[in-house]
């Protein structure tokens, strides 16, 4: 089954925009959940969310967890082509990270 | 301070041959996790394992599949008598075993892509 599902899963924007993606997740009480780049290589670390309601920044990345509601999203604003990549979201679970299939995010110029 | 190294980068075996996949972890990190990517999938987890210890398998194939994390050397996941759809990208992940500064992450190998011909 999914436990961490991803939308959209796919988006193509203009550069300059700013998109949202989102991450729904149906385990509880787990450790914590983290947000991923992933161009033509491997996963690049990008945030770590435990707590609900307060949000990390990264210059013009974002992210923000609610645990009430189970979910997170991830932000970007004044989007670049370098932002073009797969996004990907996991859940640090007993152990195990389950991770969503990703939001292959596509920035035109 | 060196990544989470993998090699070989890329593999090709033919139907029936083994593969044997190999994972460095960063500097300081004792606990290796193996996910395999398959096209149009995301990552899905295989095993977690820590120094000459399998913690969790529960996400590797019962059968062909294997893998170890000696007290020496890299960690190896090993396929016998490879097939087809065992062609994918495996990436190798390694973690601190305690909360550092609140942090906790994996920080991924480049992957090793392998093609079943």
């Known amino acids: 089954e999914d436990k961490v599902v991803q939308s959209p899963l796919s988006l193509v924007v203009h550069e300059g925009d700013t998109v949202t993606l989102n991450c729904s997740y149906e385990v509880t009480n787990f450790r914590s959940l983290l947000w991923y780049k992933q161009e033509k290589k491997a996963p690049t670390f990008l945030f770590m969310l435990t707590s609900s309601g307060i949000e990390k920044k990264s210059g013009r990345l974002s992210s923000i967890l609610d645990k009430k509601e189970l979910f997170s999203i991830l932000n970007i604003t004044a989007t670049q082509t370098g932002d073009s990549a797969i996004y990907l979201c996991?859940?640090?679970?007993?152990?195990?990270?389950?991770f969503g299939t990703g939001t292959s995010l596509t920035v035109i110029p | 301070n060196a990544g989470v190294m993998q090699n070989p980068r890329h593999l090709v075996r033919r139907r029936g041959q083994e593969a044997r996949l190999r994972c460095s972890p960063m500097k300081g990190h004792s606990h290796v996790y193996w996910y395999r990517q398959l096209p149009e999938e995301g990552l899905k987890f295989m095993v977690y394992?820590?120094?000459?210890?399998?913690?969790?398998e529960s996400g590797m194939p019962k059968e062909r599949f294997s893998a170890e994390f000696p007290k020496e050397g890299p960690s190896i996941l090993r396929i016998q008598q490879v097939v087809r759809g065992d062609s994918a990208a495996y990436f190798c992940a390694s973690s601190l075993t305690l909360m550092r500064g609140g942090r906790y992450e994996q920080y991924f190998g480049p992957g090793t892509r392998l093609t079943v011909t």
């Open positions: 996991a859940v640090d679970f007993r152990n195990q990270f389950y």
């Open positions: 394992l820590q120094k000459e210890n399998i913690i969790d």
